[in-house]
Structures are given as C-alpha cells and as structure tokens.
C-alpha cells in the first residue's frame, strides 16, 4: 500500500468513529477526500463542495484509491 493509501484510510477510519468532530479538525483536502470514502454528501455540501468538485479537490491519486479505502473500512465493522 502506498503512503497516500495509508494517509487517507486512516483520515477516513478517524471520521467513521469519531464522526463530525474528528473529520472538522482534518486539513480542507482530507475533509473533502475523506467525505467521499465514507459518502458524506452532507460534509461536502457543508463545505460548499459538489461531488465532482471535490473529486477536482482531491487528485487522481485519491480519487483512484477512494473505492478501495471505502471497502476495506467497510470490511473492517
């Protein structure tokens, strides 16, 4: 796994249990990526971010891994 696939899935583990409170302290990237590991529509809106904008936000580097972090966290309860 990469350092990026790392970073994120633990960003985005931190949110699925801590919820609103431990993804808000997280810097705007990783809110915006995270938001979308865990289909948080609500977040990106909040931060005034449609769902291809974040995607912009986020890079190619996230956006390609976003599945795979989706389902391991998944796999993970």
Known sequence: MSDGYEHLFRKAGDAKR???????VQSTGEKVAVALVLNRVDWLAEMGYTIPEAMDRSGTEWVAIIPQVAKQLAEEE
């Open 18 to 24: 801590g919820g609103h409170d431990a993804w808000a």
